[in-house]
């Protein structure tokens, strides 16, 4: 089994729609992150969070909110999407502890916002 | 702010070719990670390089960390067609564990 699952993993919505974007992951890490991908400016961090308690804001997070909801849970809203949302999202998570801090992947929602 | 440049962008090689992609970062950090996606697909890690003058190495691939250049190279020996994918470099900064990605080298090996 996956150690980081996401889904959906294919999600087409409407400008204006609320969506939720979920993350759970099996490898006991309390680092959390998510990522937008786009064609040709690689992976920027929209959000990241140290526990439950501790969430903190990325380069790119204005129209994203998140939430923890437990140590291995970490979900990203979008509110209202826009167009311009559509990318590829990636959950990661790590511990600083071991393996040298290494980021470790989900397989990504492919999100369209007509 | 941090910057991560990765050249070339595109690198398209022949099969049993050498060659070498280049990752530089504009500030000081001594953790510096290589990733690997296939079309698709998420990203793999490869390398973790922590300290100046750290290389590894796992079967064609082989990376290495300068940090008074603020470079870390990804050196390819003997490229195989299973070695097409994109490449990242990614720098980690501060306390907070965040990482700031390069925008990829998309490797194309021809037969």
């Known amino acids: 089994d996956a150690d980081v699952t996401q889904t959906p993993r294919n999600r087409i919505t409407k400008t204006g729609k609320r969506i939720m974007l979920e993350c759970s992951q099996t490898k006991g890490h309390d680092r959390m992150y998510w990522y937008r991908q786009d064609p040709g400016l690689g992976l920027r961090l929209i959000y990241y969070?140290?526990?439950?308690?501790?969430?903190n804001k990325g380069e790119i997070s204005d129209g994203y909110s998140v939430s923890r909801q437990a140590q291995a849970k970490f979900s990203l809203s979008l509110e209202s999407a826009i167009p311009n949302q559509t990318a590829l999202y990636f959950c990661?998570?790590?511990?600083?502890?071991?393996?040298?801090?290494?980021?470790?992947f989900g397989p990504g929602t492919r999100l369209t916002v007509l | 702010e941090l910057k991560v440049e990765q050249n070339p962008l595109f690198l398209s090689m022949q099969e049993g070719k050498n060659y070498t992609i280049y990752c530089n970062y504009s500030t000081t950090s001594d953790r510096l990670y290589w990733y690997r996606q296939d079309p698709g697909k998420s990203l793999e890690s490869l390398f973790v390089?922590?300290?100046?003058?750290a290389v590894k190495q796992e079967g064609r691939l082989m990376a290495s960390l300068d940090t008074k250049a603020r470079l870390s190279t990804l050196h390819i020996t003997a490229a195989v067609h299973d070695l097409s994918a994109t490449y990242f470099c990614a720098v980690m900064t501060g306390t907070a564990s965040k990482l700031t990605f390069g925008t990829g080298t998309r490797l194309q090996v021809t037969l």
């Open positions: 969070s140290f526990d439950v308690k501790d969430i």
């Open positions: 390089l922590l300290s100046n003058g």
């Open positions: 990661a998570t790590s511990d600083l502890a071991g393996g040298g801090g290494t980021q470790y």
